[in-house]
Nanobody, 124 residues
Framework: QVQLVESGGATVQAGGSLRLSCTASGGTLSRYSMAWFRQAPGKERGFVAAIRSVDAYTYYADSVKGRFIISRDNAKNAVYLQMNRLKPEDTALYYC?????????????????WGQGTQVTVSS
């Protein structure tokens, strides 16, 4: 089994940047597709970005495309989410997720392992 831990969440002003990190223990992330999801109070958990295991293909939600960048460093057993030009509507608890042989990137049910989340708050 894999344990995921997110870090890097903070309170920032609109227009600012943050980089979230997700590190793993108990397994090697190289064989997993990785993703970031987020959930705001009263809303369902929504897809943010994903990166595939084999070729590092990336996929983004329309709401973050051009602002966020997902990347991975298999040697460090980590995945990152660089968030730029943050908006108040980006405020949410951000979760890291891992799954094997993921074909539908945007579905939370397709991922096997989840972190506890890290809070991102963007003030206007």
């Amino acid at each position: 089994q894999v344990q995921l831990v997110e870090s890097g969440g903070a309170t920032v002003q609109a227009g600012g940047s943050l980089r979230l990190s997700c590190t793993a223990s108990g397994g090697t992330l190289s064989r997993y597709s990785m993703a970031w999801f987020r959930q705001a109070p009263g809303k369902e958990r929504g897809f943010v970005a994903a990166i595939r295991s084999v070729d590092a293909y990336t996929y983004y939600a329309d709401s973050v495309k051009g602002r966020f960048i997902i990347s991975r460093d298999n040697a460090k057993n980590a995945v990152y989410l660089q968030m730029n030009r943050l908006k108040p509507e980006d405020t949410a608890l951000y979760y890291c997720a891992a799954g094997e042989d993921i074909e539908i990137f945007t579905s939370p049910s397709k991922y096997d392992y989840w972190g506890q989340g890290t809070q991102v708050t963007v003030s206007s």
